[in-house]
């Protein structure tokens, strides 16, 4: 199990493409003057979304790694089961996006 920065509860608020940002009608007209044009899927708009959301997923909680350790040293460290399933689908959801 990864130690994160993660919003501890489950997934984000997903909205719309308003929700990643559109480019402006200026912006729209110069890549169609210019020949290139770029349209993003609904997994690509939502794997974004969750990425300013949630963050760098790979960054290590060092001082939240240092205090489970010394609960787990002194015998008080316990967690709520369920608590533990719903992150635990959240984790696996979140990878299979990316």
Do not use: C, W
């Not at 719309?16 to 007209?29: F, I, K, L, P, Y």
């Not at 708009?45 to 939240?64: F, H, P, W, Y």
């Amino acid at each position: 199990m990864k130690i994160t920065q993660r919003p501890a509860t489950g997934l984000p608020d997903i909205g719309g493409s308003a929700a990643v940002g559109n480019a402006t009608d200026g912006e729209s007209a110069q890549r169609h003057r210019s020949g290139d044009r770029v349209e993003l899927s609904q997994g690509a708009r939502l794997r974004a979304q969750l990425r300013r959301d949630i963050g760098d997923i790979n960054e290590v909680a060092s001082d939240r790694v240092a205090a489970l350790r010394a609960e787990i040293v002194a015998g008080t460290y316990h967690r709520d089961s369920h608590a533990v399933a719903e992150r635990f689908l959240v984790d696996v959801a979140g990878e299979l996006l990316t």
